[in-house]
C-alpha cells in the first residue's frame, strides 16, 4: 500500500517533483553514481595506479644489481677458494694482481693458469688479455640468465704476516658499483 505522502504516488519515478525529488530520497536515490563520482574516482584510481607502477623500474633495477652483488661475491669466493688450495709458497706470486692488467699476471704455474680463468670468468676477453678455444670451452664467464654479463674486476692483494701465516684480500668491482665486494682471509701453513 501506497502512502499519500510516499514520493512513488505518481506512476513512474520521473515523475518525482517537490521535497522528496530534490533531496533524493526515495527507492530510486540508490540507483548508481553519478557522472562527476564516476569521474572523480576514476582519477583518483589512475593516480594510484601510475603511483604503483613507478616501482616496478626500480624493483628491476635493484633486483638486477642485488644479482651483480651476488656474482661479485660468488666470484671472490672462488677465488680465495683458489688461492688457499695453492701451495702456501706459491701464493705470494699472485699479489697485485689485477684482471685489468696482463701485466700483473705471476709467472709460474698453476698459478697464470688459474689468474687467467679468473680473468675470464669475471670479463671475459680485452684489455690485452686473449684466450685459446679449449679455455673458453673449458671456462665460463659470470652473466645472470638473461645475458647481463658481470663485467668486472678482480684484485688480489697479498701480505705476509709471518713466516706462517699470510693475509689474502680479494676485491671484485664492476660497473655501477665502484666500492664492490672485499673479502678478506688468513692462510697458514700447516
Known sequence: MIS???PLRGAEPGAWTGRDAKLGKGLWSLAGFSLLEV???GAVLSVALLAIA???PT???NITQAGKM???LTAGRQILED?????????NSLNNFDTLNPGSLPPGEPERTIARRWRYALAAEGDGFTFTATEKAQWSTLSTGQ???LNGRGQVGVAALSATLTQVTVTITYPGRPTGVRLMTNITRL
Open 54 to 56: 613507478a616501482t616496478f
Open 4 to 6: 499519500a505522502e510516499s
Open 59 to 61: 624493483g628491476y633495477r
Open 83 to 91: 688461492i688457499s688450495a695453492l701451495p702456501f709458497d706459491n701464493i
Open 39 to 41: 569521474l572523480v574516482g
Open 147 to 149: 645475458g647481463i654479463s
Open 70 to 72: 651476488t656474482m661479485a
